[in-house]
């Protein structure tokens, strides 16, 4: 604009930020800076948005990417121009590929700044390419009310595209002129009352159908899973969502005598166990046992979500490429193996409840489902013998972090190992606890982050359990955590580096020192000044009382609380001894035929 100073572009922020929060948001997260002056006063003012400040715009949006986690609620970002909005980048491939729902809103220079060598500007109208859902390039602020009804109509349209049939992440880009602070300009200017009307009416109501399975396939499925005698339901990664999807698996391995193997990040791990229901804990352990493959193997196949973590399991479906195998996931193809039958695109909750109100209850218990819970007992005990004693590994650290978890309290956890370490040392049942996982793209970056947004945006206790490699790759996220103010318990399990490559073939493949330079690459950092230096609460721990006491008080208090377990570097040996016990121990268990 030019000439008379005025405030349109305060107000085409005010107006966007309005829709956004009528169309369902509540967190915004701020990375400060100039050019996108227009928008943080508005949030400022906006009573409806709860403002979260994170300086490093990586950090910012892997906590908007837990906030949304955590709640299913769209967070947004929001930032300056240039470089600013190019750290979004990885915290946006992660919500594309976990179906994660957020609002990147990009401030930009006006156009005649592009091209010609201006400060902090870049071409940020498809900067995040295929991996959003939605975008749009809103222009500079146009005081036409056909322009001011569809800036308020773009907040909804990002919004629904976020929580829309395929979730995930969506950008707008704003371009502001200079002034971008308020001018003194009339109190009423001529698109004054526009404005008001339209932030008083929020944006457009988007109502969004709901999906359901195709009763037909339904009814042919379920036809097929009476007449099964060795079936299996598989619950691979899902979101941390109240939708009964714990209740509903429990009801159809109850009608159909499915066992149930799932992952501590399915949502169908922990909890009271379904009566009649038969959950296998040492799933991935028994799989590695040839014999137990064997004895085992199943005739038809029902996997809920993502891909499972387990190799074990990745390892079993080369055997059983006949078999088979349907994929039940809310959107996408989850199925790297290429071997399923088919793929059901519908929320899994809303398809089991379908599949199990078709199926009349079995007369008698399934003698497969009872064979794989008699081979499940036969290996808790071994696990138990792991985690026992006063050493602390990695298992007993884990151990003492889920049962220190009270009700209500939300789990995250890291990749690489420490995701493992819940499937392998902690048995199903229990409390009801969400598992918060990065389990998209599985990267190690912005964890701290993370769990720091899950923990400000639900209110609810977090504990993450992160590897010290991972935790070195997020250590500045303590700057965001040390905001929040309800329990937040970081163990960091110090390890000496990335110690999953110690179970790899690389480590029987390159000398020990090539192995510890450029794979496991321990950090060395110092994580007591880490912990002094962002204003946190510290302990060391070396054995599981010091580990014990140190999540009472970390869970007894209001902020963030950073122990680190020190578990020393012999996890591989340990799960290879463990894995081998269990083979032995289940081979030897195997009956007769039933």
């Not at 992660?94 to 902090?120: F, K, L, N, Y």
């Not at 200079?178 to 109502?207: F, N, T, Y």
């Not at 109850?254 to 959950?279: C, D, H, I, M, N």
């Not at 290429?338 to 409840?353: C, L």
């Amino acid at each position: 604009m030019s000439g008379a100073p005025t405030n349109l572009h305060l107000a085409w922020a005010r107006v966007l930020l309005r829709g956004l929060a009528t169309s369902g948001v509540v967190d915004v997260v701020v990375s400060p800076g100039s050019r996108s002056t227009p928008l943080v006063i508005a949030i400022a003012d906006d009573p409806g948005i709860r403002a979260h400040v994170v300086l490093d715009e990586r950090s910012a949006a892997f906590f908007a990417l837990g906030q949304a986690r955590a709640t299913g609620r769209p967070s947004v970002l929001v930032c300056t121009s240039g470089t600013a909005a190019a750290h979004y980048l990885p915290a946006v491939v992660e919500a594309d590929a976990a179906g994660i729902p957020i609002v990147v809103i990009t401030a930009d220079r006006p156009w005649e700044a592009h091209d010609c060598g201006a400060s902090q500007t870049i071409d940020q109208s498809r900067l995040f390419g295929g991996f959003v859902r939605y975008a749009a390039d809103v222009g500079q602020p146009d005081p036409t009310p056909e322009a001011l009804r569809a800036i308020a109509r773009v907040a909804a349209q990002a919004v629904a595209a976020a929580t829309g049939a395929r979730p995930g992440p969506v950008h707008v880009n704003v371009r502001f002129r200079k002034p971008l602070e308020p001018v003194d300009a009339p109190d009423s200017e001529p698109w004054s009352a526009d404005v008001e009307a339209i932030v008083a009416r929020g944006s457009p109501r988007v109502v969004a159908g709901r999906i359901e399975p195709d009763p037909g396939f339904v009814a042919e499925l379920a036809a097929r899973v009476a007449a099964t005698s060795r079936g299996l339901l598989v619950c691979g990664p899902s979101p941390a969502r109240e939708d009964g999807l714990r209740a509903a698996v429990g009801e159809l391995s109850r009608k159909a005598a499915f066992p149930v193997l799932a992952e501590a990040t399915s949502q169908v791990r922990f909890g009271p166990a379904s009566p009649g229901a038969v959950v296998c804990s040492s799933f991935d352990a028994l799989l590695r046992a040839p014999a137990v493959r064997a004895r085992l193997a199943p005739d038809l196949v029902i996997e809920l979500g993502a891909p499972a973590t387990s190799s074990a399991w990745a390892g079993a479906l080369a055997e059983l490429r006949d078999v088979p195998r349907w994929v039940v996931a809310p959107s996408g193809f989850p199925d790297p193996d290429g071997s399923a039958r088919g793929v059901v695109q519908v929320d899994p909750a809303i398809f089991v409840r379908a599949l199990a109100s078709r199926l009349a209850d079995r007369v008698r218990p399934s003698p497969y489902a009872m064979e794989w819970a008699r081979l499940d007992a036969v290996a808790s005990p071994l696990v138990d013998r792991t985690t026992e004693g006063d050493a602390l590994g990695e298992g007993r650290a884990t151990r003492c972090l889920v049962e220190s978890m009270p009700e209500g309290a939300l789990l995250a956890v890291g990749n690489s190992l420490a995701v493992r370490h819940l499937d392998t040392y902690c048995r199903a049942g229990g409390r009801a606890l969400p598992v918060l996982s990065q389990r998209g793209a599985s990267g190690i970056d912005g964890l701290v982050s993370g769990a720091a947004g899950a923990a400000a945006a639900s209110g609810r206790p977090v504990g993450l359990l992160v590897g010290d490699l991972s935790f070195a790759h997020d250590a500045s996220g303590l700057a965001a955590a040390r905001a929040v103010d309800v329990p937040l318990v970081i163990v960091v399990l110090q390890n000496g580096g990335g110690r999953i490559f110690d179970q790899l073939p690389i480590a029987r493949r390159v000398p020990a020192g090539t192995l510890s330079r450029f794979f496991t690459t321990p950090a060395d950092l110092d994580l007591a000044a880490l912990a002094r230096a962002y204003g946190v609460a510290f302990a060391r721990a070396r054995r599981p009382a010091d580990l014990a006491a140190a999540l009472a008080a970390g869970g007894g208090r209001a902020g963030t609380t950073l122990i680190e377990a020190v578990v020393g570097d012999a996890e591989a040996a340990r799960v290879e001894a463990l894995r081998a016990a269990i083979a032995a121990a289940a081979t030897e268990a195997i009956g007769g035929e039933w």
